[in-house]
């Protein structure tokens, strides 16, 4: 006899005698789900029922558990993957559902995408291994009652996915950049309206992909070229940036922060564009420089290793756990020239006196850092990169007040919205005379490919293979 389950329009036998199972990676024994899909599963609730983070979520689940670094990456990859890609997997499963996939339980929900995202894009994983895990999983996590669903929609998923055409690019760029590139409507209209839809779209597929495993070499302890050879030894496509001076592209797999030069102070892992916000700023030896919001602390580190001994640098942060991060990098890099202090940077600052250079890396909508936070394009909403800025112009005018005549203040983002770039930038110089803008030929000539006409430094994933960017510097008139 069969039943109809409520929600997919399709009917089902209550007692499933399906075919052998082909177990893909990290596949469980008997009944029980693989600990790595119900690690993911949970990770994945988490983010979207509670906004979690996923990478600080994902950090945590793993430090503690006990599965080995095959289904750790296993693991990553479910959840970044299912992230990246929930914008398709939910327009393919609407076709076999009879309601909006938001109004179901939020675990069921979860658990239809993430056994969608082995289905669709998991060569090691059989699609039957697929649903049968995914079955398992929602019975471990107590959701008996949606075994029947997922079961169905997944397996009907797997066997009509390819009859489904999805939206072209040049009919339906909006449609697109939504159904088959995975953005929210807000984001896919405003990346049309600043890009055009070839760029838009080829921006989309890069956020798409995992980015490099990218690392800076601490010019302290030893040179570019020395690390490079050093590196090559365990990571064989190893080679240099582009752009960034001290920078290392060491491929797509892997862990560097687990590598014994890591450990040892060797190298800090930071991707190209961050890097480069350093060059922008141009740090010299012995100077004194501010770090207004310097957690986890990639840049203020950098800093630290160009101004040497001689120089230092103050990192402010609000929170004193992310404190806490830059302190510990800072050890283990050996800086004793960097120290720090729990400050609201949108807050007065002139009693810490005044400093050669000051950075301003506000926070942002993150959109330029989709690649590794894939998370971000579903937890920002139309209207936050307006309130972000209004933060950003506060932290910008109070940094502002620390830069000693004829100083550098230098404002960045991981954004690509004007509202949280260029109209910062131009309502700081409308208010403030005493700043004007440094002149093109004044910047690092490595530089030069990134500068707009006005010489802002500007990342973009498709084109650089690095995070998307945006920096500007200012002089402060003597």
């Known amino acids: 006899m069969q039943d109809e389950l409520l929600g997919t329009g399709v009917p089902i036998r209550r007692k499933h005698r399906g075919r052998p199972i082909m177990r893909g990676p990290g596949s469980g024994r008997g009944g029980a789900p693989t600990r790595t899909r119900l690690l993911a599963l949970r990770a994945l609730e988490r983010v979207q029922r509670a906004g979690a983070f996923a990478d600080l979520l994902l950090h945590s689940l793993l430090g503690r558990s006990a599965l080995n670094a095959a289904d750790r990456a296993f693991a990553t990859d479910l959840v970044y993957g299912t992230l990246r890609w929930r914008g398709r997997i939910d327009h393919l499963l609407s076709h076999f559902l ?75 760029p909006l449609e697109h950049l939504t159904h088959a590139l995975s953005l929210p409507p807000w984001i896919a209209a405003r990346w049309l309206e600043l890009f055009g839809a070839e760029q838009a779209a080829l921006l989309a597929q890069a956020c798409n992909q995992p980015p490099p495993q990218t690392v800076r070499a601490n010019r302290r302890a030893l040179s570019r070229d020395a690390l490079l050879a050093e590196l090559r030894e365990r990571f064989p496509d190893a080679r240099p940036c582009r752009h960034a001076v001290d920078g290392i592209v060491l491929g797509r797999r892997g862990n560097p922060a687990l590598d014994p030069g890591f450990l040892a102070g060797q190298f800090s892992v930071q991707d190209e564009a961050s890097q480069l916000v350093i060059a922008l700023l141009d740090p010299q030896p012995g100077e004194q420089v501010l770090d207004t919001c310097a957690a986890p602390g990639g840049k203020a580190t950098a800093i630290a290793e160009r101004v ?32 720090c202090a729990e400050r609201d940077a949108s807050r007065p600052l002139a009693d810490l006196g005044l400093f050669d ?37 506060a932290i910008l005018r109070s940094a502002a007040d620390s830069v000693r005549p004829g100083g550098t203040l230098v404002y960045s983002t991981c954004t690509l919205l004007p509202e949280e770039n260029e109209l910062v930038v131009e309502g700081f110089l409308s208010e403030r005379g005493d700043f004007q803008g440094a002149r093109r030929s004044a910047l690092p000539a490595a530089l030069a490919p990134l500068l707009d006409e006005r010489g802002h430094l500007r990342t973009l994933p498709q084109r650089d293979d690095a995070d998307g960017f945006f920096a500007a510097r200012f002089e402060r008139r003597a």
Do not use: M
């Open 98 to 172: 009879d309601r909006d996939l938001e109004k179901l339980e939020p675990l069921v929900a979860t658990a239809l995408r993430l056994g969608a995202y082995q289905i669709l894009f998991s060569e090691r994983v059989p699609p039957e291994a697929a649903v049968d895990e995914s079955v398992r999983c929602v019975r471990a996590a107590g959701a008996e009652r949606a075994t029947g669903l997922v079961n169905a929609v997944l397996r009907r998923l797997a066997r009509e996915h390819t009859g489904i055409a999805l939206p072209a690019l040049e009919s339906a």
């Open 308 to 339: 040497g001994d001689r120089g230092g640098v103050l990192a402010l942060d609000r929170h004193l756990g992310r404190s806490d991060l830059v302190r510990r990098a800072a050890r283990r890099l050996q800086l004793p020239n960097l120290r």
């Open 357 to 393: 250079r000051v950075l301003v890396d506000a926070p942002c909508s993150g959109l330029g850092t989709l690649r590794r936070n894939p998370d971000a394009r579903w937890r920002i909403g139309a209207g936050d990169p307006e309130k972000l800025a209004e933060l950003q112009r």
